[in-house]
């Protein structure tokens, strides 16, 4: 990992503002990996992160943040500002932390990492307010992994007005570009009718039968798939005894492609596997479908102020994951300029998702991520607050890459 915050000299433009950036995060060093750790320690899932959420406002408000906790119907959003001493009400910049764990996993996607970094890049931009315009917007947002909280938050009016949107998410590698899949949650649940399997098995309807023929259908279907597209799933209920004709199986699915007509016509087939599984075994199937996240648009001049922040850290841009799965933060990314930049906090090839990314995601290396992220954020946001022109620019791009018809 790269050279010290301290010595090294950060890229231009406005180099000497972005060094007292990185100072103020050397000054937090302390209480940002504590809270990274704590929050490591305390893994809450999606809708959930009460404890998190609790401990990310608490710092922000010491750090004369206005917090409001919940923000919008979601109880662990965040929301927290603080007006630049230039005054004026633009630009927005928004600074993102995700802070869900993986439920029997714990934090193996990271993301204590996220919310400590997100935190230290908002109160860095604190400490130098004075110097800024507009308003420094930090959003904490639950359930990346399981439900699109960004979604609940868009639609709660809570980025509106944003200018740009700004996090970074732990990796096994460096880079900024990332193609997540467009993804839905999809709960199956089959009812049949109990009876005795041995004394009077005929008189029940098998809810179990359903559901494997589901998994055999989608097993099947996958041949046909387009090689980025994405089926997979796990039983939640299985039934409750062997001597009982279960009435009663529960899935939980997620349907995912990177073309969003593939994306579409993926969900309507799959309910049509379900039904033809309730069909076949004279059960009744309840398809609900939930959190849906997007393809990820990343704007080219926040990746290009991104990468030349970092570059100065000796990070190098290693180019975009040869696959990925999904994110809520694609969603922010028809809303307003946004990018999803990636930092390693272990070893290549560490897999995400894993007891070894979980264990990593308390390591100097990854202590030493948490900082490096929440200085390269604010200093990226510093170059939006400087320069105005930037983000015309960002926004010139983001309308001209609007698919045509909205
Ligand atoms: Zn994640
Ligand atoms: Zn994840």
New binding site residues.
């Given amino acids: 990992m790269p050279t010290s915050l301290l010595t090294t000299r950060p890229a231009a433009p406005h180099a000497a503002g972005k060094q007292r950036i990185a100072a103020a995060v050397e000054a937090a060093r302390a209480e940002l990996l504590d809270l990274s750790h704590r929050i490591h320690a305390n893994p809450e899932p999606a809708f959930e992160e009460h404890q998190a959420a609790a401990w990310c406002a608490e710092t922000l408000r010491a750090h004369g943040f206005e917090v409001e906790l919940p923000a919008g119907r979601l109880a662990t959003a965040i929301r927290a500002t603080r007006r630049g001493g230039r005054g004026g009400e633009a630009p927005r910049i928004g600074i993102l932390a995700?802070y869900d764990a993986l439920p029997g996993l714990g934090h193996g996607?990271g993301?204590n990492t996220m919310a400590s970094s997100g935190v230290g890049a908002a109160i860095a931009l604190a400490a130098i307010a004075d110097e800024l315009p507009g308003v420094i917007v930090f959003l904490g947002t639950p359930a990346?992994?399981r439900g699109s909280g960004k979604q609940f938050m868009i639609d709660d009016g809570l980025f509106d007005g944003l200018d740009a949107a700004l996090l970074y998410?732990p990796c096994d590698r460096s880079h900024v570009d990332i193609a997540p899949l467009a993804s839905i949650d999809v709960e199956v649940v089959f009812t049949g009718l109990q009876s005795h399997a041995a004394s009077d098995p005929w008189k029940g309807r098998n809810a179990l039968d359903a559901m494997i023929l589901l998994f055999t259908s989608v097993g099947l279907w996958r041949q046909q798939l387009r090689p980025s597209a994405r089926v997979h799933g796990i039983i939640q209920e299985g039934g409750t005894a062997a001597n009982i004709i279960p009435d009663r199986t529960k899935a939980w699915f997620m349907v995912r492609s990177d073309d969003d007509a593939d994306y579409q016509a993926m969900q309507v087939r799959f309910r049509q596997l379900c039904d033809a599984a309730a069909l076949a075994t004279d059960t009744r199937a309840e398809v609900t479908f939930s959190g849906g996240s997007r393809t990820m648009r990343t704007n080219r001049i926040l990746a290009e102020r991104w990468m030349a922040n970092a570059a100065a850290y000796g990070i190098e841009d290693m180019g975009g994951d040869a696959s990925y799965g999904s994110?809520d933060m694609a969603n922010v990314s028809w809303v307003c300029p946004a990018i999803h930049p990636d930092l390693a906090i272990a070893p290549f090839p560490t897999p995400g998702h894993s007891i070894r990314f979980r264990d990593a995601a308390v390591t100097p290396m990854a202590d030493e991520t948490v900082l490096m992220a929440a200085t390269i954020v604010a200093q990226t946001a510093f170059d939006l607050f400087a320069d105005p022109t930037l983000v015309e620019a960002a926004w010139a791009e983001f309308r001209a890459s609007e698919p045509s018809g909205g």
């Fill in positions: 995700e996607c993301h990346e992994e998410h994110t």
